[in-house]
């Protein structure tokens, strides 16, 4: 089991950063194609000027908070990409499920299946003793197929639930009937038991109940 | 290119403010632009309008960029696709280049570049409907022997029903 969760982290590691990798890189594409769309409109409108045609100002206002905003975006995304490189930097520790929640749905939103998605805040602040890299995983897994799932039009809402004193549960609630059949495929439900998570499907929704501490995840690492 | 020979271009793309820099710039390149932010307004606009070249991205919610260049090249014989995506691979381009696409080129493309890929796609459109009128005109001409005034016009139905 323990070298189970450590072969894990390198397969599906490698696997999962890929993925998000390629899809912070598609949205940083996006970015630098808007910035230069909208610097080549200035210079076009500034070769005009010099011709001697008028036009409205307003277009340089919007041109340049256009380029303030999508730089604002670009460092918002490398803040993300990130805070994603450090979720191996401890194997297990302490980790903040909203955190974990919030990153997951910032990342997922790159994918252009990603469907709108409200985080519910916390009244509390819920800590894990787990692999925070695993548990981004799963969630991010989660989040991708629960948004193939979904119609274009539908939302998703997610919850976070202390419900017993040993468990904490992630409610994903969808507000369209979804077909789960599927899920979770293998590659999640490897992850989802070394977590030793569970899931539970509703029409509804869907609830990942985990434990507060995984002795097992703990023993294996704390050896290195 | 002049204002009276303007190439109607079909433009999609779901990150809004680069469809609206690009129309902006396009337009002052004398390009008539439509722009769609999915595939399905692009297939809907697409059945009311006449496009020359159509500018696609590949990743896209609902229909997608291979969805949409897939069902444009069905309904419209002579439109020119060009797929322009920050998800461009080779895989992507060889699958996209087997269902028809005339280029595909990857985000962020030089301006110029993206200028004269159209220029040559409109090209292409223009011989492609040229050669077929050629031969439109040749079988007309080899209609009108022996057949009869009926016949003639059943016949270039069905030449019609085929450039759908």
Redesign the interface.
Known sequence: MTSHASDLVHKQGLQFFGSVNASI??EL??I???I???A??LN?LTQ?SKQGQTFDLC?LEN?SN?IA??IERGFDTIRQMNQFAHSVDDPVKETRIHDTLALAVKLTGFL???RKTRLEPSGTEITIDTSPFLLQTLVYRTLRALYRAMD?SAELTLTLRESEASLVTLIFSHDQAVDLTDFPDFRTADVAEVLKAAFTKSDTGLALTLPRENKDLRDKFAGG | MTETEKIHLLLVDDEEKFLNALTERLKLKFFDITPATNGEDAIEVSQKARFDVAVVDLQMPGIDGVQLLETLKQSHRFLEVIILSGHATIDTAVACTKLGAFKVLEKPCGFEKLVETIKEAYEARLKKKFENDTQRMKKIQSLAFGQSPLGILRELHKMDDNLK
């Open positions: 890189s598609h594409k996006n630098f194609a808007i230069s769309e909208t080549g409109f076009d005009l277009l041109c256009s905003e999508e252009s299946f990603a274009t």
